[in-house]
T-cell receptor
Framework: EAGVAQSPRYKIIEKRQSVAFWCNPISGHATLYWYQQILGQGPKLLIQFQNNGVVDDSQLPKDRFSAERLKGVDSTLKIQPAKLEDSAVYLC??????????????FGPGTRLLVL | AQSVAQPEDQVNVAEGNPLTVKCTYSVSGNPYLFWYVQYPNRGLQFLLKYITGDNLVKGSYGFEAEFNKSQTSFHLKKPSALVSDSALYFCAVRDGAAGNKLTFGGGTRVLVKP
């Protein structure tokens, strides 16, 4: 079974530029998550989708971050404009929704973003 | 609010010796607990989870974890560490009454010396 796919793996941009990350979850997984992992910290949830609807985006900085999952499969996370503090690894994860509960989250390799 | 604490930034152990990585948690409902491992330039890899049932949970690569409700702990253990176990380990908790939001600890770096 293929895992969670993410691209690009690395991105370097200058502050105030925009950037987009792409994620394709494990086939059949209805739930998709985006996490931000700053160096030396644990991952922090940015947004959770159930199919193409948002379940939780309480920690997403909505003035500059946006995410979509239009067809309920792959997803795009965008940052516009980027700030220096956005330098981090952006992890995508997915899980099944089965018998009224969410199953284990499985993570992709991440996109490492450096903002100069 | 739910939270996780990993009190040790780094654990050093000799190959072949037992390995323990500590984790304590705080949730208002029933805890769902997870351990993940992260190798350099890789995503998080699932090791094991506790949902309910037996307090001793067995996972991948010979790892196990013991759930202790009274001490609100979920320590990760391996009887005999390998050099290849050197990595960053994360404990995470999900409040069973509050959706599927995972809250992660800060991570513990494990260094296994030959």
């Amino acid at each position: 079974e293929a895992g969670v796919a993410q691209s690009p793996r690395y991105k370097i941009i200058e502050k105030r530029q925009s950037v987009a990350f792409w994620c394709n979850p494990i086939s059949g997984h209805a739930t998709l998550y985006w996490y931000q992992q700053i160096l030396g910290q644990g991952p922090k949830l940015l947004i959770q989708f159930q199919n193409n609807g948002v379940v939780d985006d309480s920690q997403l900085p909505k003035d500059r971050f946006s995410a979509e999952r239009l067809k309920g499969v792959d997803s795009t996370l965008k940052i516009q404009p980027a700030k220096l503090e956005d330098s981090a690894v952006y992890l995508c994860a997915s899980s099944q929704w089965a018998q009224g509960t969410w199953e284990t989250q499985y993570f992709g390799p991440g996109t490492r973003l450096l903002v100069l | 609010a739910q939270s996780v604490a990993q009190p040790e930034d780094q654990v050093n152990v000799a190959e072949g010796n037992p390995l323990t990585v500590k984790c304590t948690y705080s949730v208002s409902g029933n805890p769902y607990l997870f351990w993940y491992v992260q190798y350099p330039n890789r995503g998080l890899q699932f090791l094991l989870k506790y949902i309910t049932g037996d307090n001793l949970v067995k996972g991948s690569y010979g790892f196990e974890a013991e759930f202790n409700k009274s001490q609100t702990s979920f320590h990760l253990k391996k009887p005999s560490a390998l050099v290849s176990d050197s990595a960053l380990y994360f404990c995470a908790v999900r409040d069973g009454a509050a959706g599927n939001k995972l809250t992660f600890g800060g991570g513990t770096r494990v260094l296994v010396k030959p």
